[in-house]
């Protein structure tokens, strides 16, 4: 028998013909010189004893291999194997099995969670975004329209307002209620420097006739706004005499006497200088009185005195 030979169990006595010899891992390095696990007889037969031997010992084999051989066969021929390793391919081993499992695991749970979930679920999610952005939307149109119609509303009242205002300055300025410009002609008459002349007869002199007739020329000729000596007429204005004064509502004037008008300028002048218009031009140069009548490209009036109305109310 070789080295490599195990001795049989005490317990079960062996023949020498039949000694059993142990078969070695495929890495140990006398495993290819073994091909059969019992020794054969020198004329390669067996015997019916030796088979008979050979059933007994393999129904005992278990028992035997517990209780004398307890280390099991692989593990006791991979000590054979004494070849020094470096500590690199250790690590290197570990982690390439680390790594290994760490893709299996999530290769694993990727499968897993693609055959547990629901096959509608994308379908659903695809609704439920169209839903939630067509939502967002309407708010964001919704918010617009009411902001839109904020603006209509408020372009409304300032259009409204815009022209209750013009409406009411043009009203106020046409009954002299504000201050005004503009081109018109300024006229400008002068009593005689002698009220008397020297055989006692009464020198003419500037009348609240004369200014009447003047102003009503030139509303007549379309003057927008008239004063008289800085004195603004409005619906309301008087030019009459008291004694040998002249009031303008309340306000006494005196010569020379200056009416502005705001208006076409020329037709303005030609109103109150044209031959023929009642006489009253005729008289004054008879009188010695000369008016100067002028155009004017800018002219500003103030305000006329606002008075209180005690009787008249406005109808809705």
């Not at 013909?17 to 495993?31: H, I, K, L, Y």
Request: with cysteine.
């Amino acid at each position: 028998m070789s080295a490599e030979e195990t001795p049989a169990p005490v317990s079960v006595p062996v023949p020498a013909d039949a000694t059993p010899v142990r078969r070695r891992a495929t890495f140990s390095e006398g495993a290819l010189r073994l091909s059969r696990r019992h020794a054969e007889n020198s004329l390669g037969i067996r015997t019916q004893n030796s088979t008979r031997r050979r059933l007994a010992d393999e129904s005992l084999r278990l028992i035997d291999d517990l209780t004398n051989r307890p280390m099991d066969s692989l593990y006791a021929d991979s000590l054979l194997d004494q070849r020094h390793r470096s500590a690199f391919s250790i690590w290197a081993t570990r982690v390439v099995v680390f790594l290994i499992c760490v893709v299996v695991g999530v290769s694993g749970s990727v499968v897993v969670q693609r055959l547990h979930a629901d096959p509608r679920k994308q379908q659903r999610d695809w609704y439920v975004s169209r839903i939630e952005e067509a939502s967002d939307q309407s708010d964001q149109l919704t918010k617009e329209l009411n902001d839109l119609r904020g603006q209509i509303t408020a372009l409304s009242d300032q259009v409204g307002a815009n022209a209750a205002d013009d409406q009411l300055t043009r009203d106020e300025m046409v009954i002299g209620g504000v201050a005004v410009e503009g081109p018109g002609v300024q006229i400008t008459i002068t009593n005689p420097l002698s009220a008397s002349s020297d055989d006692g007869s009464q020198v003419r002199t500037v009348t609240d006739g004369d200014l009447q007739w003047y102003v009503s020329q030139l509303w007549g000729a379309g003057a927008e706004a008239i004063a008289v000596n800085g004195n603004r007429l409005g619906v309301q204005s008087s030019i009459r005499k008291a004694g040998q004064t002249i009031l303008v509502d309340l306000t006494k004037i005196e010569s020379p006497y200056v009416i502005q008008a705001i208006g076409d300028g020329a037709k303005l002048k030609a109103a109150v200088t044209a031959t023929g218009a009642g006489g009253n031009n005729e008289q004054l140069e008879n009188a010695g009185i000369h008016p100067q009548v002028s155009t004017q490209k800018t002219i500003t009036l103030e305000a006329a005195e606002s008075k209180n109305l005690s009787y008249a109310r406005s109808v809705e």
